[in-house]
């Protein structure tokens, strides 16, 4: 395409535009012959779909920044750069391997874990954008714990924590449900009953996998400082920016997009439509309801408890979205 048109009130010529368009939106189904292959539109499809899944920790970051105390703020948001950070490189190194290799394939280690690929060894650029895609997923479930634990863990022991769910915690479980482990729907000799578990986008793989592994940290650690009294009875901690929490809330659900419609993994138009309008419904049918019961059981209106109603639905349609 030798000319370039810049389209403006004064030099809009339709017939051009429309040309123009037809060639950028021709793909081919084949591998030669088209404008842009399916596989290289489903490569980007993916990639876009992953700096979505990435973008969710600018959600988390603001999310977790708002609902703590201003003295903790500094620290959550350090341990969001740090879970991206270290994530990258320890799914890089390591966890990946763990979750998709096949030197151990056909072995029964294989049930549990994969061997094989560490450091992206063997893999083509056709492959690259997969990993990029799980390694927006595995760094998703490890900052799950940093919300949970935020205000009561130094970062060193965060950073731990990040490098360990991402290098081997997420990579098994990962590898248990959409690889080739015991659970997988996609082997021959299938668990419960022949059919395999079905996690569409990571209700479970992801996102459970991350609250037990907070949940497990939060127990550890014990109650925030102040949040009983000496005689035992909650205090409340209010968030110190209700703004910062609504910011995160809705990039999160913005990122979440990128999370159900690209596990399609495939350029498929019909199907990403369909998620896309399941992942709107369910998220806003959630905070209704919590905004109605929040104004029966409390007798005034919760914004804390709309946010979330809204990240609960969220997280509740991931798996079953299709």
Known sequence: MSEAYVFNATNLDLEKAAELLTKLAAVSTEDEGGAVSLSNATQIWILIAAFLVFWMHAGFT?????????????????KNIGTVSIGAICYYLIGYGLAYGE?????????????????????????RHFFFFQFAF??????????????????PAY????????AFVYPVVSHWVWGTGFLSAFIDERFLEGCGAIDYAGSGVVHMTGGVAAFIGAKILGPRIGRFDSEGTPVAIPPHNISLQTLGVFILWF????????????????????????????PSAAVVTGIIAGRFLTGHYDIGIALNCALAGLVSITAPCP
């Open 159 to 166: 950073f731990a924590t990040a490098a360990y769910l991402t």
């Open 138 to 155: 595995a760094a998703t479930a490890a900052t799950i714990v940093s919300g949970a634990v935020a205000g009561r863990i130094n970062l």
């Open 255 to 282: 990122g979440w997009y990128g999370f159900n419609c690209g596990s399609t993994l495939l350029f498929d138009g019909p199907n990403a439509s369909k998620v896309a309008v399941t992942t709107t419904l369910a």
């Open 103 to 127: 030197d151990n394939a056909g072995e029964g280690s294989e049930a549990f874990i994969s061997v094989g690929g560490f450091a992206n060894k063997d893999m083509g650029n056709d492959d």
């Open 62 to 78: 603001m999310l977790e920044a708002g609902s703590v105390q201003h003295k903790n703020a500094v620290n959550i948001m350090f």
